[in-house]
């Protein structure tokens, strides 16, 4: 019963809410007319998306996830077969700096820092730019003490003119980048970027239903359906576009 008030509860807040979907995204179209199109992936690290891996991994498979590692693959291998660019961020912490409201997690050396199996091939290819990066934010990582930005210097680089993003988590650390990007954009500091597209079946977050929350000291439910439709509306709402299908040609 709790399944299907749930259930009913993220229908009724989608058609109250509704996303709205933008125009499907084609790549070599896009190319083609002088829009060259850099990737970004976010954060497919085991520590959040492998069964087990720490703190803030999944507790047992999960199809939304498993999709987005799958589409992550797809388009990963489609751009460097084009010679396309990749950067790709990779959520790794200190010890002893940690990350609240969150428990330890993608410790260095834990081995929940690195790319998931499926991903692991990014780390030699000559068309991926990796950046860890130790907090949620990834686009302020970026950002050097003397005001330079390793993201945009990678769109400047590419003359990237569309950013296209999945990753994890959809309402946290790819909600965060998007809106950075998008406000520096908006005050010309990523030239030439001009959109940050978020592909909706490219991006997961974690599943923490109200009934597990509530026997967990100091944890805030996270129902997964309403929290990755949450990220991609706010997303939106700071400018970025939301697309649900992707064409290679």
Known sequence: MESENRNEAVDLLKSEIPLGWDTELVLTR?????????????????????????????????????????ESDKLAKFFTDNGWPIFVFMDTHFPDKPEPPYPPHCIIGSGEENLVPALEWLEKDPNATLKRKHCIDGFLFCTEKDGSNAFADWISKYQIKTALVLGICTDICVLDFASSALSAR??????????????????????????????????MSHPQELMHHMGLFIAKGRGAKIVNSISLS
């Open 30 to 70: 896009e190319v083609e007319a002088g829009r060259p199109v850099g990737l970004v992936l976010i954060d497919e690290v085991n520590g959040f998306c492998t069964v087990g891996a720490g703190n803030l991994a999944p507790t047992q498979p999960n199809k939304q996830i498993e999709k987005m590692i799958q």
């Open 186 to 219: 908006n005050i010309d500091r990523v030239p030439p970027l001009e959109d940050v597209v978020i592909y909706s079946e490219g991006c997961a977050t974690y599943d923490l239903p109200a009934h597990v929350a509530r026997n967990i000291k100091g944890a």
